[in-house]
Each structure stands twice: as structure tokens, then as C-alpha cells.
């Protein structure tokens, strides 16, 4: 494991009624992300515990990875899509190891 890389932790709220439908658009993400250039790891979690709750867990080699992901056409269409379905904005952070 290299401590030099981006970590991002991105935690998704569904509307409840919407759990379904965002999961759906959510997956959609994983394939062509991983495809990326500077992709380490790209996974999707979902609480146990409050089904509404996804996070993806993500490690790129650095910023500029991480921003062509995000300025992507996968991440572009998605973001449409997520409109009216989220019970509140994406919690986005980045992270740098410590030790």
C-alpha cells in the first residue's frame, strides 16, 4: 500500500423511496472508472444498517487523476441522473495517509 496516493471517501444519501434507482445509476460508475488512468482502487459500499447509505472508497495516484475522473463523461451523465433521487448533496473528501 503506497502512502504518496490520493485517498477520496464519497459518502451518497438516497432518497428512501429511491434506494433502488440509485444503486443502479451508482454501479454504472465502476467499470469505466476503474478503466481510468490513475485509478488504484474504486469500490462501492452499502451501509448494512441504513440501505440509503453508499460510499465509495477510492485510491488515485494523485490530483490529476482524480480531477480527470471527475471532469469524465461517466461522472458527467451520472451526475444528471442523480438529480431529484439524493436526499442531500455528496459528501466528498480527500484524504492523505498519515503513517
Known amino acids: 500500500m503506497r502512502k504518496d496516493t490520493l485517498r477520496v471517501v464519497a ?3 438516497a432518497l428512501p423511496d429511491k434506494v433502488d434507482a440509485v444503486r443502479s445509476i451508482l454501479v454504472e460508475l465502476i467499470e469505466p ?3 481510468e488512468e490513475g485509478c488504484l482502487v474504486y469500490e462501492l459500499l452499502q451501509n448494512r444498517s441504513d440501505p440509503t447509505d453508499f ?6 495516484e494523485g490530483d ?10 461517466h461522472m458527467k451523465n451520472v451526475g444528471a441522473k442523480l438529480q431529484g433521487v ?3 448533496p455528496p459528501d466528498i473528501r480527500r484524504y492523505s495517509v498519515v503513517q
Open 86 to 88: 439524493l436526499a442531500e
Open 64 to 73: 490529476p487523476s482524480l480531477n480527470s475522473h471527475a471532469a469524465s463523461n
Open 33 to 35: 472508472t476503474r478503466k
Open 11 to 13: 459518502r451518497i444519501r
Open 55 to 60: 460510499t465509495f472508497v477510492e485510491e488515485w
